[in-house]
């Protein structure tokens, strides 16, 4: 597999060079100053692709073009929007970029309670809190019946927690779930916004009425207009899964295991309509068995992120060690290593170790937490290829 690494663009405390030094083969990255919904210019999208080129490596993967909310709960800007994501598809082709990932997840991207929770040998790596996201939602966000989202248990335990827990944990909490891990990621909330809390519950409005059905027929939507210029351009379209992979303040999420990404395969029956393979969103899920699923939708995809979780039956998760976890990483790289070697492959959310504490990198991003996620991969990767030509 090509190895590839995301790279938020020349702002990046991470460099180009750094990147070919520890053998990276392609970046994934995007247009992040664009605005939602507005067109990439060919020229913007040529002058980054030159820039990457100019280091000896390839721009390997857009990740991602992103899917305004209006497309996603059919506003009335819904079909203009579309109608620009097509413009930008087009460019992109003209640029010969032929993979583009994105999500179809409402109004928030990937969830975390912990950006930093540590491990005993003295690195710290993301977190998921049920209770502490429960808190989250029924006391901060005071979101109408939300309390019948959890069970008794659950409940008991998060109004334990909102006897206990200080001002200065609720500001984290609200920076974690809805800043930080969002805004670096073309997201709705950006650092600096004032009142993050009431522009959050102001897009969780505009869902209202938008269930799993709506949601999907509005995927469909959205796919079947985008599909013929992707035919035309031979652009592969790979959907990230949802993380994690379950429903979520009361919205609706639509790729969360082997069913739903079955329908979504079939009902948009184009091998251009695919699926970025993200092991940890997957595992997060104690519903799926991550190499079952790699197998079973091998032919549609496009794109692979390698990463593992620690789950349990509380419905909390910890980024594991990609050599660890339910994310069965070794098994992965056996699987698409032999049977896939052609499709581009990143690392994702490395630990955060030595010192990559304090030098600003976007959480779940650190430069020494992913290049040794890197360095055991490829040694994955090299047992395999060695193996398979010893055996032959």
């Known amino acids: 597999m090509e190895k590839t690494w995301r790279w938020f663009g020349k702002s990046d405390k991470i460099t180009l060079p750094m990147l070919k030094q520890i053998g990276v083969e392609g970046i994934v990255t995007a247009l992040h100053s664009i605005p939602n919904g507005e067109v990439w210019p060919l020229e913007a999208i040529l002058e980054m692709k030159s820039y990457i080129e100019s280091f000896g490596l390839r721009w390997s993967v857009v990740e991602s073009l992103p899917v305004s909310e209006a497309i996603k709960y059919a506003g009335k800007e819904r079909d203009a929007l579309i109608e620009n994501y097509k413009l930008s598809l087009v460019n992109l082709g003209r640029a010969g970029l032929k993979t583009v990932c994105y999500n179809f997840m409402p109004v928030i991207d990937w969830i975390r309670t912990d950006l930093a929770h540590p491990w005993a040998d003295g690195t710290s790596s993301l977190y998921f809190d049920k209770i502490r996201f429960a808190y989250f939602d029924c006391y901060i966000l005071q979101r109408h019946n939300a309390e019948a989202d959890y069970t008794d248990e659950e409940k008991s335990k998060m109004h334990a927690l909102a006897a206990v827990i200080t001002e200065a944990e609720k500001e984290e909490l609200i920076d974690t779930i ?30 209202e009425g938008v269930d799993r059905e709506t949601l999907r ?20 379209m790979c959907i990230h899964p949802d993380d994690p992979p379950c429903q979520m303040l009361g919205l609706p999420r639509i790729v969360t295991d082997g069913d739903d990404i079955d329908w979504l395969l079939n009902a948009v029956n184009n091998p251009h309509n695919g699926l970025t393979f993200c092991a940890g969103s997957l595992s997060a899920g104690l519903q799926n068995d ?32 990609h050599l660890e976890g339910r994310g069965k990483v070794p098994e ?8 896939r070697p052609d499709l581009p492959m990143r690392v994702d959310h490395g630990r955060l170790m030595l010192d990559d504490a304090g030098k600003g990198y976007n959480p779940g991003y650190s430069f020494h937490g992913r290049m040794l996620a890197l360095a055991q991969v490829e040694g994955m990767m090299s047992m395999v290829t060695n193996y398979t030509d010893a055996k032959a």
């Open 178 to 207: 809805i800043v930080k891990t969002q805004g670096f990621v073309n997201g709705n909330i950006k650092e600096g916004d004032q009142n993050p809390v009431a522009i959050f519950k102001n897009l969780l409005s505009l869902y």
């Open 217 to 236: 027929t509005n995927l469909y939507y959205f796919l079947t207009a985008i599909m013929p210029v992707c035919n035309e351009w031979g652009i592969n």
């Open 290 to 321: 991550v190499s079952a699923l790699a197998c079973r939708f091998i032919h549609r995809t496009h794109f692979v992120h390698l990463r593992s979780t620690a789950a349990s039956s509380d419905g909390n998760f910890i980024e594991a060690s």
């Open 332 to 339: 992965l790289v056996r699987i698409f290593e032999k049977l």
